[in-house]
């Protein structure tokens, strides 16, 4: 699986931007898909992750309320809707897949990654 990320930006705090990562692979609808983000002098951190079906969401508490996850598999995209941003969400957003049992909010658990998108949120 090959994954693409797009839609960073700068947001004023208080705004929403709209994350998209397209991937490549006949098998995108059996993995579950995650993102998460990295800020500067920060370890990675997960955001929010979706099960293969799309029926199972889950969020950070710092982004729950505020964030949407969601996906397509018919066109093999997954998007992370970011509202109400404030300057604490800047950062390198990453999306990632994989095929995990456990550990969903753990980056070790993920087997493919893109190449991550820049957000950048002012106050």
């Known amino acids: 699986v090959q994954l693409q990320a797009s839609g960073g930006g700068l947001v004023q705090a208080g705004g929403s931007l709209r994350l998209s990562c397209a991937a490549s692979?006949?098998?995108?609808?059996?993995?579950?898909l995650g993102w998460f983000r990295e800020a500067p002098g920060k370890e990675r951190e997960f955001v929010a992750a979706?099960?293969?079906?799309?029926?199972?969401?889950y969020y950070a508490d710092s982004v729950k309320g505020r964030f949407t996850i969601s996906r397509d598999n018919a066109k093999n995209l997954v998007n992370l809707q970011m509202n109400s941003s404030k300057p604490e969400d800047t950062a390198v957003y990453y999306c990632?897949?994989?095929?995990?049992?456990?550990?969903?909010?753990?980056?070790?658990?993920?087997?493919?990654w893109g190449q991550g998108t820049l957000v950048t949120v002012s106050s």
């Open positions: 979706i099960t293969s079906s799309g029926g199972s969401t």
């Open positions: 990632a897949a994989g095929l995990m049992y456990s550990g969903i909010r753990s980056p070790r658990r993920y087997d493919y």
């Open positions: 692979g006949r098998t995108f609808s059996s993995y579950i």
